[in-house]
T-cell receptor
Framework: GAGVSQTPSNKVTEKGKYVELRCDPISGHTALYWYRQSLGQGPEFLIYFQGTGAADDSGLPNDRFFAVRPEGSVSTLKIQRTERGDSAVYLC??????????????FGPGTRLTVL | KQEVTQIPAALSVPEGENLVLNCSFTDSAIYNLQWFRQDPGKGLTSLLLIQSSQREQTSGRLNASLDKSSGRSTLYIAASQPGDSATYLCALAGARGGADGLTFGKGTHLIIQP
């Protein structure tokens, strides 16, 4: 079956602009995660959805970042007034949402965001 | 706050060698520990997941161990092949504080020379 997909694969924008990054999880997965990975670093947790609600948004760096998952499937990460420091690869992952101890997270290929 | 350290940061070995990648963590209150592989320009692929109550997991040429009391995990790769070249990431699902996202190390960049 299809894995996690993310669009666009690359996004170049100018400082101060607004961007939206999309994630399509594996069908039937109730848990969805967003991470951000800077060059030479491991992914950093941003936000976790269980169904439609954000169960944990403690990783969002500031109020310029917002994410939604209105129907419990596709999610959109929104970044307002982009800054050069926002440049990174944004990864999305999904999991069955059955049990934290055994659930494997399946990652998408990521969106590479470059803010000029 | 959970901190994850991976040693070495980079490793280059000839094909056929057995090798060990190390991961250490500061908070033993975890649900599980996972090892991922990341190829350039691609997402992460889960290799092995060890639950908190388990000591090790095996898949093919890979074996991962977990020692919660000492805050360590190792990934053993037997008979390495050039196709094993990738970045290997260790990640933990924390049981403290309610956060359900994974905490990752910076990874070990592995090169297997043909």
């Amino acid at each position: 079956g299809a894995g996690v997909s993310q669009t666009p694969s690359n996004k170049v924008t100018e400082k101060g602009k607004y961007v939206e990054l999309r994630c399509d999880p594996i069908s039937g997965h109730t848990a969805l995660y967003w991470y951000r990975q800077s060059l030479g670093q491991g992914p950093e947790f941003l936000i976790y959805f269980q169904g439609t609600g954000a169960a944990d948004d403690s990783g969002l760096p500031n109020d310029r970042f917002f994410a939604v998952r209105p129907e419990g499937s596709v999610s959109t990460l929104k970044i307002q007034r982009t800054e050069r420091g926002d440049s990174a690869v944004y990864l999305c992952a999904s999991s069955p949402g059955l049990a934290i101890s055994t659930d494997t997270q399946y990652f998408g290929p990521g969106t590479r965001l470059t803010v000029l | 706050k959970q901190e994850v350290t991976q040693i070495p940061a980079a490793l280059s070995v000839p094909e056929g060698e057995n090798l060990v990648l190390n991961c250490s963590f500061t908070d033993s209150a975890i649900y599980n520990l996972q090892w991922f592989r990341q190829d350039p320009g691609k997402g992460l692929t889960s290799l092995l997941l060890i639950q908190s109550s388990q000591r090790e997991q095996t898949s093919g040429r890979l074996n991962a161990s977990l020692d919660k009391s000492s805050g360590r995990s190792t990934l053993y790769i037997a008979a390495s092949q050039p196709g094993d070249s990738a970045t290997y990431l260790c990640a933990l699902a924390g049981a403290r504080g309610g956060a359900d996202g994974l905490t990752f190390g910076k990874g070990t960049h592995l090169i297997i020379q043909p």
